[in-house]
C-alpha cells in the first residue's frame, strides 16, 4: 500500500512540483492550498506525512501544525518556510514538526527529509501496534512460570525498568532474551518510543555498520541518499543488541562511543549525530572469558555489565512448562480462532520430562505445532506431539536410586541433544542450514553444538541417504537435490 503524503502550501507551482515529485516516488500525493479543510482531508483519506507551508492564507502554518498535533500528535509534519530562521524552525520543532526545509529548495532535499519522517512514523507505528498486540504478553505476568528462577528474572525487570542502566542479558538460545528485553521496554517511561532490535550475529561488518549507524549520500558506491541507522531510530526509545558477543573489534569500539557520548557518526560523514538511547544487549557467551582471551574489548564489557539478568535454561525451571504450555496453548487458540485445547495426561507427562535443549523457543514451537494438529479437538494427545517427543516417552529413563552411585545428568541431556540434532541432520539431508532451520536455532549454533558433542561436520557414515553424499559438504549436496528435484 502506497504511502500518503498531504501537501498545503499556497503557491500552485510548488504544489505541482511537490506532487509530482512525491508522487514519481511511489508516494500518494494529494496538495491542499490552505489548512481549512487540513483534518477533515486527513480524517477521510488518511495521512502518513504532512508537508505544511509556514506562511498560508487565513490560517497561519504555525497554528495548523498545532492543531493538527492535538488531533494526530504521531502524525509527522515537514514544515516549509521562505525564511532561513533559527527561531521559527525551533519553535515549529517545539510545536511537533519532524523537520523543516527553506525555500527555494531542491528535491533531493526534500526527498532525504520525507523518507527519514516516513521511516521514522514507520517504526512508531510498527512499536505502537506491536505494543497494542503484546500488551498483556509483555505486562509482569507475561515471563509463565513460578519457580525461584522465573521469580528472580521478574524481580530484576520490575526493578530495571524503572531506571535508564544499561541491561545485559545472558542465556541459551530460546531462553527469552529478547522477550525479558521487551518487557523491559514496555514497562518503562520508553514504552511509547520505537524498541529497535538489531541480530548482531551471522551478518557482515560492513552491512551490519551501515546497519547500525547508516550513512551518508556518496558514502560507498551505491549509497544514492542518506540512510538513517538503527542507532539513531532509537533515539528516545531502547536499542537491544542481540548476540552481542559476535561484535568485530571495530564494532565494538564503536558502540563504546555510543555508551559513552551518546553520539553516532553516519558512515560518510564527519558530523557526529547525538542519540538517546538505552541499550540493552543480549548474549548467549560467557563475555568474561571473551575478555579474557581478547576477543572481547573489558571497557565495553565493563559499560554492558552495569545490571546483568540471567536467563536459565528451561530443564532448569521444568516445574513452570505447565504453566507455559498453558499461555501458548491460549496464544495460539487466539491467533488460529479456536476453542484452547487441553493436553492430555499422557501428552503432558511427555511435554514435561522432555530434556527440551531449545529451551521456550523449542516448547512454543512445539504448542503451536500441537494446537495446529488438534484443530476442532478439545483435547492434545502424544500423536499431536514431534517424533522426537514421542521417542523420549518410550525410551526408559535411568533412576537415581538412594544410596547408589547415581546418574549424570549432563550426559544425560547431552545424549538426547545428539539425537535431535542427528534427526534434525538427517530430515535435512545433512545440510546444515535447514538443521538449523528445523531445530529453530542458528546455523553457527548447531555447528557449535556439533563440535561439543563430537559429530562430525560432514555425514560420514551418520544417518540415512545415498551413500555417494556420505562426506559431501553443503553445495554438493544442495546441488544434488536440485538436480533431484528438476528431474
Known sequence: ????????????GVRQVLSDSLAGLGYEARALESGDRVLGTIHEGGCDLLVLDMVLPRTDGMEVLQEVHRHHPDLPVIMITGYASVETAIKAMKMGAFDYVVKPFRMEEVELVVAKALER???????LLLKRQIESQYGMGSLAGSSPAVKRVLSMVEQVAATRSTVLISGAVGTGKELVARTIHFNSDRKDQPFVSVACGGIPEGLLEDDLFGHVSGAFQDAKADRQGRIEMATGGTLFLDDVESLSPGLQAK???????????????????MVDVRVIAATRSDLKSLVAEGRFREDLYYRLNVIVIHLPELRERA???????????H???????TQPAHFSAESLKAMSEFPWPGNVRQLENVVERAVALSRGRDEITLEDLP???????ATPMPLVRVGGEGV??????????????????????WVKTRAAELLKIKRTTLIEKMKRLGIPLKRNGHGRGPSDLRGADESEVLAVSEKARIA
Request: hydrophobic share 40%; glycine share 4%.
Open 1 to 12: 500500500m502506497k504511502e500518503k503524503i498531504l501537501i498545503i502550501d499556497d503557491d500552485t
Open 121 to 127: 512514523s514507520r517504526l512508531k507505528r510498527e512499536n
Open 255 to 273: 558502540i563504546l562511543r555510543v555508551l559513552v557520548d551518546r553520539e553516532v557518526f553516519p558512515l560518510g560523514s564527519s558530523d557526529k549525530v
Open 319 to 329: 516445574e513452570d512448562i505447565p504453566a507455559l504450555i498453558q499461555h501458548f496453548v
Open 331 to 337: 496464544k495460539y487458540s487466539r491467533e488460529m480462532g
Open 387 to 393: 517424533r522426537e517427543i514421542q521417542e523420549a516417552v
Open 408 to 429: 549424570s545428568l549432563d550426559a544425560i541431556m547431552a545424549e538426547y541433544e545428539e539425537k535431535m540434532l542427528l534427526q534434525a541432520l538427517d530430515n535435512a539431508g
